[in-house]
C-alpha cells in the first residue's frame, strides 16, 4: 500500500517555472518507478515523466524534454518536476504515480494537482 500527496500546483506566467512535490509513504517493493502524467480538460492523461527510482535515470515526453527536470531526493521519498520555460499548453493536472519493474502498469496514484499557465 503506498500513498501519492502531490503538491506545488498553482498559476504561473508563460515563460516561469515551477516546481511540484511527490511525497511517497507506505509499503514499497523494489525497484520502483515514480512518474509524473498530466491531463488537460477534454484531454486524455499524458505521460510527462519518469525515474527508475534506485538508479536515478529519467525518461521524458518529447513535449517537455529539455524543458522538466524529474528527480528525487532518497532521505525524503519524494519525487519532484522541475518545470521551466512554461506554456499555455502545459495547463493540466498534474498526477504522480508508481509502478513497479517490470511492470507497464501504474498501481498508484496521486489525487493530482493543477498547473495553470496564463499567455
Known amino acids: 500500500q503506498v500513498q501519492l500527496v502531490e503538491s506545488g500546483g498553482g498559476l504561473v506566467q508563460a515563460g516561469g517555472s515551477l516546481r511540484l512535490s511527490c511525497a511517497a509513504s507506505?509499503?514499497?517493493?523494489?525497484?520502483?518507478?515514480m512518474a509524473w502524467f498530466r491531463q488537460a480538460p477534454e484531454k486524455e492523461r499524458e505521460f510527462v515523466a519518469d525515474?527508475?527510482?534506485?538508479?536515478?535515470?529519467?525518461a521524458y515526453a518529447n513535449s517537455v524534454k529539455g524543458r522538466f527536470t524529474i528527480f528525487r531526493d532518497n532521505a525524503k521519498n519524494t519525487v519532484y518536476l522541475q518545470m521551466n520555460s512554461l506554456k499555455p499548453e502545459d495547463t493540466a493536472v498534474y498526477y504522480c504515480?508508481?509502478?513497479?519493474?517490470?511492470?507497464?502498469?501504474?498501481?498508484?496514484w496521486g489525487q493530482g494537482t493543477q498547473v495553470t499557465v496564463s499567455s
Open positions: 507506505g509499503r514499497t517493493f523494489s525497484p520502483y518507478v
Open positions: 504515480a508508481v509502478r513497479t519493474l517490470p511492470a507497464s502498469e501504474y498501481d498508484y
Open positions: 525515474i527508475i527510482w534506485s538508479a536515478g535515470w529519467a
